[in-house]
């Protein structure tokens, strides 16, 4: 038996900020199994958000040994690896390939104020022209300027930065890497779909250029497993590792992104919110007049997904509901999430559309895609008493949908057809308010862990399992796409009118938000 099933296993690893999975597939895309463990992470005062590496490592590794356990021979079925994880962030080691400090993650913001200060100067244009990516406090450049100005001495031992998947290959493979798609919008010149010096210059980091790893194309390129990992992990020494792209990158390709269709779109809700779409080459990139967004090389020749992205999605709905769940606790009901959520689509779709407006800014971080604002709110406009929960609830689903809107406008015309995955997907309230807002039909993509789907995709194309990428997908992508659901009419054109007033509004509440950011600031609480 395990003659004939030999190497038909693909093992994909996704190493996100909330958990750390690893997924078999057979060559052709099924799923086999499954294994997770929450991810651990630490906040502190100052917008600290740190990493331990060497504990990111071992849960890995005994994310990889519980795969083991649920996929009966996986070490002598395995035929490649591929990794995956979140983005942005520094990751640094030394000479040795010893972690020199803990990881900053996306999530820190010491790098704010420096962020703040470039994109109010004449350099933001330029660097802007050359990343294709708004500057943002999250992202590995700013965050190496920001600890070449306070904290040298961990630079001056650093041989080596990385973001987490690179770390994770590298412990791997002994290769140090990064992927096309982190080169870029860290410190690179998209065009060219690698680093770049006069983007160092322009953050001010020229000096950290050495720090900078080999970019390296995981469809194409592949390292083998080193003996130290073989004997840690349990998987066979010498087989294939692939480098995959960023993390959203790979859900984007696994849920469906990438299709011979014109004016394709890709919706992740998630804790936060990230819309893309595909553009077949770099003169089909739409950059805009704020400077926001990410635009990253995509695992296909000449192809780029643009982004926008939302600080924060379902975390508002999670607001919500916790503030019904916290009035139930005081009076000494016991509920969860979950029994609010069995009947949201049923509540939500009873009440008016369109009659209060919610701004969805609820992350202490603010908001970065279609703008930067670190002191944006979240915010009810039209409340009327005669105004219930489920309003608010619907309201907040109305929110996240002008968001989505709002954040595409910014990359050109809307898509046709926009693919969602992320765990709401599976809100038809959710998903009809959506097709409306956009006035497209969307796809909802069923495959659970699309991330480790399209790590291990690259990994198919690159052992040649596929001759690219376009034959991959009919296989690993088109049997996991739902049929179209066409927006409602009369919804898309009621939304189509309140939208404006969204948008009005967003722009107006500006000077409020900076009012309330300065008083809390001086600690008047607001």
């Given at each position: 038996m395990?003659?004939?099933?030999?190497?038909?296993?693909?093992v994909?690893i996704d190493?996100?900020?909330?958990?750390?999975?690893?997924?078999?597939?057979?060559r052709?895309?099924?799923?086999?199994?499954?294994?997770?463990?929450?991810?651990?992470y630490?906040?502190?005062?100052?917008?600290?958000?740190?990493?331990d590496?060497?504990?990111?490592?071992?849960?890995?590794?005994?994310a990889?040994?519980g795969?083991?356990?649920?996929?009966?021979?996986l070490?002598a079925?395995?035929a490649?690896?591929?990794?995956?994880?979140?983005?942005?962030?520094?990751?640094?080691?030394d000479d040795?390939?010893?972690p020199?400090?803990?990881?900053l993650?996306?999530?820190?913001?010491r790098?704010?104020?420096?962020?703040?200060?470039?994109?109010?100067?004449?350099?933001?244009?330029?660097?802007?022209?050359r990343?294709g990516?708004?500057l943002?406090?999250c992202q590995?450049?700013?965050q190496?300027?920001?600890?070449?100005?306070h904290?040298?001495?961990?630079l001056?031992?650093?041989?080596t930065?990385?973001?987490c998947?690179?770390?994770?290959?590298f412990?791997?493979?002994?290769?140090?890497?990064?992927d096309?798609?982190?080169?870029?919008?860290?410190?690179g010149d998209?065009?060219k779909?690698?680093?770049d010096?006069?983007?160092?210059?322009?953050i001010?980091?020229?000096?950290?250029?050495?720090?900078?790893?080999e970019?390296?194309?995981g469809?194409?390129?592949?390292?083998?497993?080193?003996?130290?990992a073989?004997?840690e992990?349990g998987l066979?020494?010498g087989?294939p590792?692939?480098?995959?792209?960023?993390?959203?990158i790979?859900?984007a390709?696994?849920?469906?992104?990438?299709?011979s269709?014109p004016?394709?779109?890709?919706?992740?809700?998630?804790?936060?919110?990230m819309?893309m779409r595909?553009?077949?080459?770099a003169?089909a990139?739409?950059?805009?007049?704020?400077?926001t967004?990410?635009?990253?090389?995509?695992?296909v020749?000449?192809?780029?997904?643009q982004?926008?992205?939302n600080?924060?999605?379902?975390?508002?709905?999670?607001w919500l509901?916790?503030?019904a769940?916290?009035?139930?606790?005081?009076e000494?009901v016991?509920?969860?999430r979950?029994?609010?959520v069995?009947?949201?689509?049923?509540?939500v779709l009873q009440v008016?559309?369109g009659?209060?407006?919610?701004?969805?800014?609820?992350s202490e971080?603010?908001?970065r895609g279609p703008?930067?604002?670190h002191?944006?709110?979240?915010q009810?406009?039209g409340?009327?008493s005669?105004?219930r929960?489920?309003?608010l609830?619907r309201?907040?689903m109305?929110?996240?949908a002008?968001?989505?809107?709002?954040c595409?406008?910014?990359?050109?015309?809307?898509?046709?057809?926009?693919?969602?995955t992320?765990?709401?997907?599976?809100?038809?309230?959710l998903?009809?308010?959506?097709?409306?807002?956009?006035g497209?039909?969307i796809?909802v993509?069923?495959?659970?862990?699309?991330?480790?789907?399209?790590?291990?995709?690259i990994?198919?194309v690159?052992?040649?399992?596929?001759p690219?990428?376009?034959s991959?997908?009919?296989?690993?992508?088109r049997p996991h796409?739902?049929?179209?659901?066409?927006?409602d009419?009369?919804?898309?054109?009621h939304?189509?009118?309140l939208?404006?007033?969204?948008l009005?509004?967003?722009?107006?509440?500006?000077p409020v938000?900076?009012q309330?950011?300065?008083?809390?600031a001086?600690?008047?609480?607001?």
């Open positions: 395990a003659a004939v099933r030999s190497r038909d296993v693909i994909g190493a996100g900020t909330s958990m750390i999975k690893t997924v078999a597939f057979t052709d895309g099924r799923q086999l199994g499954e294994s997770a463990l929450p991810n651990s630490s906040a502190s005062a100052g917008g600290r958000v740190e990493q590496m060497a504990r990111t490592w071992k849960d890995m590794v005994a990889v040994r795969l083991a356990a649920a996929v009966p021979e070490a079925r395995a490649a690896i591929a990794v995956t994880g979140q983005g942005d962030g520094t990751w640094l080691i040795d390939g010893r020199v400090a803990p990881a993650l996306w999530l820190d913001s790098a704010a104020g420096l962020v703040e200060a470039i994109r109010n100067s004449e350099r933001n244009a330029p660097l802007y022209q990343t990516s708004g943002n406090a590995q450049g700013p190496l300027a920001w600890l070449q100005a904290t040298p001495e961990i001056s031992r650093a041989t930065v990385f973001h998947k690179d770390w994770l290959y412990l791997l493979t002994g290769q140090r890497a990064t096309p798609s982190e080169a870029t919008f860290t410190c998209f065009r779909r690698r680093f010096a006069e983007t160092a210059r322009l001010g980091i020229s000096d950290l250029v050495r720090l900078f790893p970019v390296v194309d469809v194409a390129v592949t390292h083998p497993l080193s003996a130290a073989a004997m992990t066979p020494e087989i590792v692939s480098l995959g792209y960023v993390d959203v790979c859900n390709l696994g849920a469906g992104l990438y299709d269709a004016d394709i779109g890709c919706t992740i809700i998630g804790s936060t919110g819309h595909l553009a077949p080459d003169g990139v739409t950059l805009n007049a704020e400077a967004g990410y635009t990253m090389p995509f695992p020749p000449g192809h780029y997904a982004m926008q992205s600080m924060a999605a379902t975390l508002n709905i999670d509901l916790d503030v769940l916290d009035l139930l606790a005081s000494g016991a509920r969860s979950t029994d609010l069995r009947r949201i689509d049923e509540q008016r559309p009659e209060v407006l919610f701004h969805p800014f609820i971080a603010g908001e703008f930067v604002a002191e944006a709110c979240a009810f406009s409340l009327r005669h105004h929960y489920w309003d609830m309201a907040v109305e929110g996240l002008f968001a989505a809107r709002d595409y406008a910014a990359m050109g015309k809307l898509p046709r057809d926009v693919r969602i992320g765990g709401a997907a599976r809100s038809r309230a998903c009809a308010i959506l097709a409306a807002a956009l497209c039909k796809r993509c069923s495959r659970g862990e699309a991330g480790a789907a399209g790590a291990a995709m990994a198919a690159a052992i040649g399992r596929y690219d990428m376009a991959c997908a009919e296989d690993w992508v796409l739902k049929e179209a659901q066409e927006p009419s009369v919804l898309a054109a939304y189509a009118q939208f404006p007033a969204y009005d509004a967003r722009l107006a509440s500006r938000w900076k309330l950011a300065a008083l809390r001086g600690g008047v609480h607001v």
